[in-house]
């Protein structure tokens, strides 16, 4: 059968459909707007696979969305599309309101008319279903999965437990609250007309493919440049780091056993404060590029800090650990190390995010 991505061209949906081909046959389809965010040449590897098919547009887009699903029947669709930077979210939240409230909107609408076609499985059981059907899914084993953000509970303070799936919602920045609206659209969808949905919560994400503008591979990449390390306030605010592998797994694992209509919570119990962060991607630099003249931790420089910044936050993946087995790969030593060893490996990457060249990409093969 066949799944379709959303923002399978950006960072976790990409590490996704890399991970999800690299031990499994089945088709994906990708569908993503290639915004800023949106790098094919992350895909590269993939050209001329004919398991693999991006299609450039936008969620929002009905009959495009409807067309697809027509013509690829997916068992599962799988939306990690969004506007998914809070610092551009401040500066510029309507594309935040478009996409990631109305265009769920719009991409779930669309979905409950799909679905809403796909044969009982009763009549298959009964030799009643068309001839052909047996490679189809049913209304019963389609799944919409919806990717969310540990952000949408809001800021904790210093000694408060981790978020748990009941902790209550309270989103401070536009993008949190913009996810927070898709959270409760998706849980609607499913409470009203019965789409079988199911809802992650994760944490911050880290490793290969991180678009520069988010905090480890900025730093990363500025450190290597020369450039200072800007950080946001006094640099105590506390973030529960996961190597993105981790949470796709995660992902796999909540597809195939979560229980309809619930959200699980995914973190790797990682808590650590972004001057730490920043010390240890300097010291790994240390170790792995020593730079004449010292530490990279002399270009280490405090800014103003983000207006509204939370403080602090934190998941607690029981639920997902005991009800469905999982748990993360790395650790954050493990997983930091393999991080700023896949930027030190892919400086053509890089470069061509910073140039702006990924964009000929799009502009060649998918305009
Ligand atoms: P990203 O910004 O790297 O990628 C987003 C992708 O969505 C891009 O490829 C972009 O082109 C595409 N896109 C944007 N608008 C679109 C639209 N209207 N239609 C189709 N495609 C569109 O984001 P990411 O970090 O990979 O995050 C993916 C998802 O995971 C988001 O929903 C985000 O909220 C969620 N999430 C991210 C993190 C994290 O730490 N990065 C943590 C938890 C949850
Ligand atoms: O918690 C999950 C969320 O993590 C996801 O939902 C978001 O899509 C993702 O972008 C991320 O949001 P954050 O705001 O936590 O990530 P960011 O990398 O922007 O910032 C991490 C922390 O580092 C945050 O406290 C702000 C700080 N920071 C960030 C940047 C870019 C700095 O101090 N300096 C910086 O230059």
């Known amino acids: 059968m066949t799944i379709l991505v959303t923002g399978g061209a950006g960072f976790i949906g990409a590490n996704f459909v890399l991970d999800w081909l690299a031990a499994s046959n089945e088709a994906v389809i990708n569908l993503d707007k290639l915004t800023y965010a949106g790098n094919p040449e992350t895909l590269a590897s993939l050209q001329g696979d004919a398991r693999h098919q991006l299609v450039q547009g936008d969620i ?74 047996a490679d189809k899914p049913t209304k019963a084993g389609f799944r919409f999965l919806h990717v969310s953000t540990d952000e949408v509970y809001g800021s904790l303070g210093k000694d408060d437990p981790a978020f748990a799936e009941t902790h209550r919602y309270e989103p401070n920045s536009p993008y949190s609250a913009s996810k927070a609206a898709s959270d409760h659209l998706v849980r609607a969808w499913h409470h009203t007309y019965g789409l079988p949905v199911l809802t992650t919560n994760c944490s911050n994400n880290y490793g290969p493919y991180h678009f520069p503008e988010k905090l480890i591979p900025l730093m990363i990449v500025n450190a290597l440049a020369g450039k200072p390390l800007p950080v946001y306030g006094d640099g105590m605010q506390v973030r529960d780091w996961l190597y993105v592998k981790d949470h796709c797994s995660a992902i796999r694992t909540v597809l195939a056993g979560g229980r309809l209509g619930e959200t699980y919570n995914v973190g790797g119990w990682n808590e650590k404060p972004n001057i730490e962060i920043v010390q240890t991607v300097c010291k790994l630099l240390d170790e792995m590029r020593p730079k004449a003249g010292g530490s990279y931790a002399s270009q280490i420089t405090y800014v103003t800090d983000r207006p509204g910044h939370d403080r602090r936050y934190a998941i607690d993946a029981r639920k997902l650990e005991a009800e469905l087995g999982w748990k993360p790969a790395e650790t954050f030593e493990t997983g930091i190390r393999k991080t700023v060893a896949w930027y030190l490996a892919n400086p053509e990457w890089v470069a061509h995010v910073q140039s702006g060249a990924y964009r000929e990409w799009v502009n060649k093969q998918y305009a």
Do not use: K, M
């Not at 027509?70 to 068992?75: W, Y």
């Not at 599962?76 to 998914?84: L, M």
């Open 60 to 133: 929002g887009d009905s009959a495009l969305v409807s067309r697809l699903l027509a013509e690829h029947q997916p068992r599962a669709v799988i939306n990690f599309a969004a506007e998914s930077h809070v610092d551009r979210s401040i500066h510029g939240p309507g594309e935040f309101i478009e996409t990631n409230i109305v265009g769920t909107f719009r991409l779930l609408e669309a979905v409950r008319g799909y679905w809403s076609g796909l044969a009982d499985a009763d009549i298959r059981a009964q030799g009643l279903a068309p001839t052909g059907a």
